[in-house]
């Protein structure tokens, strides 16, 4: 159920974050001080643009308007249910300029806040496998209700606290139902399928939890060595055309320069993330059969942060 209330029932503190459609802000709930918030404050200006405008009057644009962030809103909540989903709660705030979507704040950030230099060389492989598990469950999840992110990179991934022992997946505005048509996107960006890029404009392609995979496995080689293994996925990138050149050949010959730094594991698992043809390429939770393996070649486990998989998960 959806409650609504009123802009004055919340203390702002300061804006995170701001865009063509609106921005994020940090906040308090007045009669709640010590529960901050993350409330993001979505301009009807132009989330409900003048050409999609109803000609009916004020209370059909009001109408439309509201029902876009309800969508939003109860996309968001059926998902927060699960522990690796960000939580949307139950509050739907209306002026006349703009609504805003209240969500818990992750007090830690990104995996990637405060890293400007040492991004560059990745995040600590046991961080990155904290991660890898928290991230696998909540898409399996996601999947599981027939919903596919789109939009998977670094900055959806939240922390809870600074050493990756909690995360929580974010930001759905992207997200469509397992079936729909979805249309090429501009410009081409590294964390798209292959699929995903060969599309012309004005084709579509129909969505499967496979783009979320592929996505999934780019955000994985970012996080770990902190570049991404190529610009697109084409063939006339050189860095991607190598890795497909060494994906059926990958017991015999050796990786191109960027997949050295990882285990032979860690080849295979990428392999499977990255098959080119979407129908064969394996599901998320694949992600959970390598964990125990290390992912560098220099890895030493932190023995007291151990990663714990079901063994039932692993059967999977």
């Known amino acids: 159920m959806v409650t ?14 701001s865009g063509t459609y609106g921005k994020v802000v940090m906040a308090t709930e007045k009669k709640t001080v010590h529960n901050m918030l993350k409330l993001m404050v979505l301009f009807k200006s132009t989330t409900c643009s003048a050409k999609n405008k109803p000609s009916h009057g ?12 309800l969508k939003l809103m109860k996309k968001t909540d ?3 249910s699960h522990e690796g989903i960000i939580s949307t709660h139950p509050i739907y705030v209306d002026s006349d300029d703009f ?6 704040l992750a ?14 060389v990745g995040i600590p492989e046991a961080m990155v496998k904290r991660c890898a598990l928290q991230l696998t469950k909540a898409l399996e999840y996601m999947h599981d209700q027939a919903l596919v992110h789109r939009d998977i990179k670094p900055d959806i991934v939240l922390l809870m606290d600074k050493d990756c022992f909690h995360v929580k997946l974010s930001d759905f505005g ?17 964390f798209m399928s292959p699929e995903l890029c060969q599309l012309r404009r004005h084709e579509a392609l129909v969505l499967s939890p496979t783009i979320d995979t592929w996505a999934f496995g780019i955000l994985l080689f970012v996080s770990f060595t ?4 190529w610009e697109r996925a084409r063939e006339d990138d050189p860095l991607f055309q190598d890795f497909i050149h060494w994906q059926p050949y990958q017991s015999y010959i050796s990786p191109p320069g960027r997949w050295t730094k990882f285990s032979a594991s860690a080849q295979q698992l990428f392999h499977a993330l990255f098959t080119e043809d979407p129908t064969t390429r394996s599901p998320v939770n694949v992600v959970l059969n390598y964990l125990h393996f290390p992912w560098g070649e220099d890895y030493v486990p932190e023995h ?13």
Request: proline share 7%.
């Open 58 to 69: 004020y209370e059909d644009r009001k109408i439309k308007r509201n029902n876009v962030a």
């Open 4 to 17: 609504h209330t009123k802009e004055e029932d919340y203390q702002y503190l300061k804006t995170l974050g």
């Open 107 to 120: 007090p830690a950030g990104t995996p990637f806040t405060n890293r400007t230099r040492s991004y560059w």
């Open 304 to 316: 007291s942060q151990e990663i714990v998989v079901d063994n039932d998960e692993m059967d999977n």
């Open 99 to 104: 609504y805003v979507l209240t969500q818990d």
């Open 226 to 229: 902190g570049c991404y293994p």
């Open 174 to 190: 992207l997200t469509r139902a397992i079936g729909t048509l979805v249309p090429s996107m501009s410009p081409l960006i590294p």
């Open 78 to 80: 059926k998902l927060s």
